[in-house]
């Protein structure tokens, strides 16, 4: 009984084996993507640190292109001797990225243009270069990792320099969904 049990199972699972094989991992074009990720640091005694969440919604232009909104906000809380602050700050921008390959990691490159605002920062405009790696575990669900490069300025005559001078590196870890 336990012969017939096994092989009924194997054929099975073999027969499943050209659905599985053909079912694709990512998005289609005109699905949309949410995925919220985080961040966060302190110092060794914990005295001081910070943390941040980032969520996104994205619509696919193509498979291989999604357009959205992106919110972040973060909060620090800073101790030393002389100092003791609290600092929440927020950015809100629109992003574009164009994503390679069709398999499980799916590299990307982009760009992002929005605002920064709080407690911590000068209120400002700014624009960004970004990669980083999708790599879906699941058909539509996805682990996310990003580098941002963020450049701020206060108004187009500003933004030559501010590449070079007053830039920011931004990393997120997070979780994404396709639907």
Request: proline residues 2%; aromatic residues 14%; charged residues 15%.
């Amino acid at each position: 009984m336990n012969k017939v049990n096994t092989a009924v199972i194997t054929l099975c699972l073999l027969g499943a084996l050209p659905m599985a094989a053909s079912a694709q991992n990512g998005p289609d074009q005109g699905d949309r993507e949410f995925s919220l990720s985080g961040t966060g640091s302190s110092d060794q005694s914990f005295d001081s640190g910070s943390f941040g969440v980032t969520g996104d919604l994205g619509w696919y232009l193509r498979d291989n292109m999604v357009v959205g909104v992106r919110q972040s906000i973060s909060y620090a809380s800073i101790q030393g001797e002389s100092i003791k602050d609290d600092f929440w700050n927020g950015s809100t921008r629109g992003y574009m990225n164009h994503q390679f390959l069709n398999g499980s990691a799916r590299p990307f490159v982009g760009a992002s243009l929005g605002g920064i605002y709080g407690d911590g920062v000068k209120d400002s405009a700014f624009a960004g270069l970004e990669t980083g790696l999708k790599y879906y575990v699941l058909p539509k669900t996805y682990f996310l990792g990003r580098v941002e490069y963020q450049f701020f300025f206060n108004s187009t005559n500003d933004a030559t320099d501010a590449f070079q001078d007053d830039g920011a590196w931004a990393y997120t870890v997070g979780l994404g969904y396709n639907f």
